[in-house]
């Protein structure tokens, strides 16, 4: 009886051994497939980052931190700083990097996807086949436009999860994905990292541009700007030299219109005199010949 539970144990333990090695031989061969493609796009590769999954908190990197960055891609995707890289067996993970944080975060995810475990994460609402959670629901209002539908419809199933924090836009992936999925998923996140610029910036020190500014907001123009911008317009009667046309442009700031309209051309005071037409003078007395005085002298009664 005891000789059969230690072959029992053997043939487990055997089973378990070949189960790794197959698992060590298909990382590998998903390492190598994402390392060519990575090469491929002009990206950078890195085998193996422990601490990269710290940076985040949210969503799929909820309480994650002591696993490993696996088979990482960071580079440049048309402007947008990017990390691609698989969360060991759990997840792949997209993050997009803004250049302006904010302290409002959002979460999108499926209907079907658990909730947040996040606590200052509440339900904002639905929008299409995904759900919205946000820290602020009043803020995140600004991006529940008809733009946040066309995304989310247009979203592909696999990217479950979406979510911001501070100045990262992240997105989750099934692990068992191909390099046009990755391509997908990257330009996803980065749509939606576009949208929440609209959002207000962090209070911290990478979250303004310029304090006190708001993104969603227009920016107020400073005392430069304004003296820059100061038009200035011609007075009635002013000249304007031919050769002088592109200097003296004036801009039409009646309607908010800034098209430049093209100077107005007065002629100088001299010129306009020479340039008047002469006045009309009165016809000239018509002279008769002699031979019809002496009709015009007659009596009109004969």
């Not at 302006?100 to 299409?128: F, N, Q």
């Not at 430069?224 to 050769?243: C, H, L, W, Y």
Request: glycine content about 8%.
């Amino acid at each position: 009886m005891t000789a059969m539970w230690f072959g029992l144990a053997a043939i487990a333990l055997v089973g378990a051994g070949a189960l790794l090695y197959i698992d060590h031989i298909q990382r590998q061969r998903v390492g190598r497939v994402r390392q060519i493609w990575a090469k491929a796009q002009g990206y950078t590769y890195t085998p193996l980052d422990p601490n990269l999954p710290s940076t985040w908190r949210r969503a799929a990197l909820a309480k994650q931190d002591y696993l490993s960055a696996v088979d990482i891609v960071s580079g440049v995707r048309r402007g947008e700083q990017f990390f691609l890289f698989d969360l060991e067996e759990t997840a792949t993970i997209v993050a997009v990097r803004r250049e302006i944080g904010s302290d409002v975060d959002i979460d999108l995810r499926l209907k079907s996807t658990p909730p947040p475990r996040d606590a200052d994460l509440e339900l904002l609402g639905g929008i299409g086949q995904r759900i919205m959670f946000a820290t602020d629901l009043d803020i995140a209002r600004r991006v529940c436009d008809q733009r946040m539908v066309t995304f989310t419809e247009s979203l592909p199933p696999k990217l479950g999860m979406l979510w911001s924090e501070g100045m990262w836009t992240l997105g989750a992936l099934p692990v068992a994905t191909s390099g046009r999925e990755w391509d997908t998923a990257i330009d996803a996140v980065a749509r939606l990292s576009g949208m929440l610029h609209v959002l207000p910036p962090a209070s911290g020190p990478h979250g303004l541009a310029q304090e006190g500014h708001d993104p969603g907001r227009p920016r107020p123009r400073s005392a430069e700007d304004a003296s820059a911008q100061t038009v200035r317009v011609p007075a009635q009667g002013a000249a304007f030299q031919s050769g002088d046309n592109h200097a003296h442009q004036v801009r039409d700031v009646s309607q908010g219109d800034s098209r430049v309209m093209p100077p107005p051309r007065y002629p100088a005071p001299e010129r306009a005199r020479q340039q008047r037409p002469p006045a009309p003078q009165p016809p000239a007395p018509r002279r008769l010949p002699p031979d019809d005085w002496s009709t015009h002298d007659a009596d009109p009664r004969r």
